[in-house]
């Protein structure tokens, strides 16, 4: 096995070690970008429910502000507490208010099924980056063996082609 063939393997072997060296910080970057996204997602999950729980006390403090209203106006007509017309219009005011949480809490449980969505989409990305990372340096390694096994096998051959083409070896060819 000629020197020239010696440095050419020598050469591939660094080159494939280059590979996996990149291979891993590639794929430590992707864990650490999906970590990100990840806790960016549960934070707005997290602020999601915030919104539904402070829009909710909104909501109740506003309806006992009205029911308080309806009780004041009531007294200063005359209204008896307790008559059919005071209750019905308490009444009206708790179903309005239910309905206005129930509507709040459809919007937040989608927003969070959206959230959730988004979560399991970037997993895939994740899985898919990872998966085309490892098939490029598998890719890698097996060209780098192949062609090592090639210059094993023709080394001197591997060695002239590259000494006429390049004029790599000319000077120690035509001394020998």
Do not use: C
């Not at 960016?40 to 308080?68: D, H, P, V």
């Not at 979560?119 to 060209?143: A, C, I, Y």
């Amino acid at each position: 096995m000629g020197s020239m063939t010696i440095f050419l393997l020598s050469m591939q072997a660094a080159g494939v070690v280059t590979s996996i060296w990149s291979n891993k910080s590639a794929e430590k970057q992707i864990q650490q970008g999906r970590a990100l996204e990840k806790a960016g997602i549960e934070m707005n999950m997290a602020a999601n429910n915030y919104e539904f729980q402070e829009s909710s006390l909104n909501s109740m403090r506003q309806l006992r502000q009205n029911i308080g209203t309806q009780a004041v106006m009531n007294a200063a007509r005359g209204n008896a507490p307790g008559t059919e017309l005071t209750v019905g219009k308490v009444q009206q005011s708790i179903s309005a208010q239910s309905g206005d949480q129930e509507a709040r809490r459809m919007k937040m449980l989608a927003r969070e099924a959206e959230l959730r969505a988004s979560n399991v989409l970037s997993g895939l990305h994740t899985l898919k980056s990872e998966t085309e990372l490892g098939r490029s340096l598998s890719k890698d390694l097996f060209e780098a063996a192949s062609t090592g096994v090639h210059y094993l096998q023709y080394g001197d051959n591997v060695q002239s082609a590259l000494a006429s083409k390049f004029g790599f070896g000319k000077s120690t060819q035509q001394g020998a």
